[in-house]
């Protein structure tokens, strides 16, 4: 069973940047693909990138591409996204996934590619 936890969510004014953190157990990035997705109120969950397993390449939604990194750092166990220039239409509560498959690209972007997730993180960007 892997457990995801988040942290390093807050307020941030426009133009500004955050590190979010997801710390992973019970699972190595050997054999889980991770992503970050998240969900603003009264809207659906939304993908934001994701760390492919073992490549560790990277996919990246349009709305965050060239503004958001996704990295781990496998001797920690953690992946992380730094978000710069947020917007506040990047108001969201971030969540954390894993998955124990191997999908195609194009599968990264759906929920239910991933089998955990974290209790999730508010991000908020407003001045």
């Known amino acids: 069973q892997v457990q995801l936890v988040e942290s390093g969510g807050g307020w941030v004014q426009p133009g500004g940047s955050l590190r979010l953190s997801c710390a992973a157990s019970?699972?190595?990035?050997?054999?889980?693909?991770m992503a970050w997705f998240r969900q603003a109120p009264g809207k659906e969950r939304e993908f934001v990138g994701a760390?492919?397993?073992?490549?560790?390449?990277?996919h990246y939604s349009d709305s965050v591409k060239g503004r958001f990194t996704v990295s781990r750092d496998k001797d920690k166990n953690t992946m992380y996204l730094q978000m710069n220039y947020l917007k506040p239409e990047d108001t969201a509560v971030y969540y954390c996934?894993?998955?124990?498959?191997?999908?195609?690209?194009?599968?990264?972007?759906?929920?239910?590619?991933?089998?955990?997730w974290g209790q999730g993180t508010q991000v908020t960007v407003s001045s």
């Open positions: 760390v492919r397993r073992s490549a560790g390449t990277t």
């Open positions: 996934a894993a998955g124990s498959g191997n999908p195609i690209s194009s599968r990264l972007k759906y929920a239910s590619t991933y089998e955990f």
């Open positions: 019970g699972g190595t990035f050997s054999t889980h693909g």
